[in-house]
């Protein structure tokens, strides 16, 4: 039969009480124990007397016997100094998962569009710049040629005099035929 030095768990939803138990390993958490040898309330401080209370006579009598406490009771027996609890190393447990990784990247090359794309506009404005600069000598080119303006602007107010005339004509026949369209009704 192996023995082991364990945590029960007790109290109600959300309020954890543990009892510290010697039981067979084969049997649930809070199953059938052999003895208690002490308590751990999680709800207390850190540095209040209650939080872990051990019979260290009786649990230097079980690890005697050839008992294996668990990890979190091998903590409090380190604490108390009944027992060397060696310090563990894990190099990989900072590390983040290959998901996190994965996430990282797309979040770098967002960000790395988003760069070069800011990049881009700021570019743009300097090229507006310069059009900018080609309309307004265009400009004055045409303030050199007032004739050119004024040749074009003769030329716009003559157009609409034509269209006037090619209209009245088409407005002319609808009138005719509207007469012809009276005279067949009566």
Request: no cysteine; aromatic share 4%.
């Given at each position: 039969m ?6 029960a768990?007790?109290?109600?939803k959300?309020?954890p ?9 084969r049997?649930?958490?809070d199953?059938k124990?052999i003895e208690?040898?002490?308590?751990y309330?999680?709800l207390?401080g850190k540095?209040?007397p209650d939080?872990?209370k051990?019979d ?9 016997v050839g008992?294996?406490p668990?990890d979190?009771v091998?903590?409090?027996l380190?604490?108390?100094g009944?027992?060397?609890r060696?310090?563990?190393n894990?190099p990989?447990?900072a590390?983040?998962g ?5 996430r ?10 988003a ?12 090229e507006?710049?310069?059009e ?12 050199a040629?007032?004739?050119?303006e ?6 716009k ?9 090619e209209?009245?004509?088409?407005e002319?026949?609808?009138a005719?035929d ?9």
């Amino acid at each position: 039969m192996a023995v082991a030095i364990r945590l029960a768990r007790g109290g109600a939803k959300k309020r954890p009480y543990y009892r510290i138990v010697v039981a067979d390993s084969r049997r649930s958490r809070d199953g059938k124990f052999i003895e208690r040898v002490g308590s751990y309330n999680p709800l207390l401080g850190k540095d209040d007397p209650d939080r872990v209370k051990l019979d260290t006579d009786r649990i230097k009598h079980w690890l005697s016997v050839g008992a294996q406490p668990t990890d979190r009771v091998l903590r409090f027996l380190d604490a108390e100094g009944i027992m060397k609890r060696e310090p563990r190393n894990n190099p990989q447990k900072a590390e983040p998962g290959q998901q996190a990784k994965d996430r990282a990247e797309a979040k770098a090359a967002k960000e790395a569009e988003a760069a070069e794309a800011a990049k881009a506009a700021e570019e743009a404005p300097a090229e507006e710049a310069k059009e900018e600069v080609t309309e307004e000598a265009a400009t004055d080119a045409t303030e050199a040629a007032p004739a050119e303006e004024a040749a074009a602007e003769e030329a716009k107010e003559e157009a609409p005099a034509e269209e006037a005339k090619e209209e009245a004509p088409a407005e002319e026949a609808k009138a005719d035929d509207a007469d012809a369209d009276a005279e067949k009704a009566e």
